[in-house]
């Protein structure tokens, strides 16, 4: 049964730390997941601009070189806005959730998108939270639990806050 394993990142160099971590562990630029609030624009519209891996440097204009090489890596890296929070840049599955119909109903927003995620609902308002204050979600999906515990590992090795790991939820497109 695939699982994710989440945690927050209070810095983008904590979050690349646990993505350069989670790929030396080879875990798949398919299976990780990024989400973090757009500081480089104040703009409060919704756009989505989905780009892949070789123009994922083009995001780190707005993160630095190396945020946007290491996210840049990520499967679906894009930016995208979130009705009555604003602008987020998303990579890897969290993005399908996060666009299209998981965020088209303003009711949902980003906690709905999350508990679509399969996050229960007190986790996923508290991860609504974190991230709207400038911090990083990041997931990992993990079909063994020597996946999950390696992931967790590298969490707690980078000081992660407020991981846990829960079943995924099938994602539609």
Known sequence: MTKAVFCIAQSMEQAELIVNHLKGADFSNN??????????TTQDFAHEKHTKSP?????????GLGAGAIFGWLAGIGSLAIPGL?????AGPIMGALSG??????????????IGLGIPE???KRYEGKISSGNALISVRATTSEERDVAKKIFE??????ISVTTEAAVSA
């Open 31 to 40: 299976d990780i997941s990024v989400l973090f609030p757009d500081k480089s």
């Open 55 to 63: 123009e994922g440097g083009a995001i780190g204009g707005a993160l």
């Open 86 to 90: 604003g602008p987020f840049i998303a």
């Open 101 to 114: 119909a998981a965020v088209g109903a303003a009711t949902g927003g980003l906690t709905g998108a999350l």
């Open 122 to 124: 007190y986790e996923a």
């Open 157 to 162: 090795h980078a000081h992660a806050e407020d």
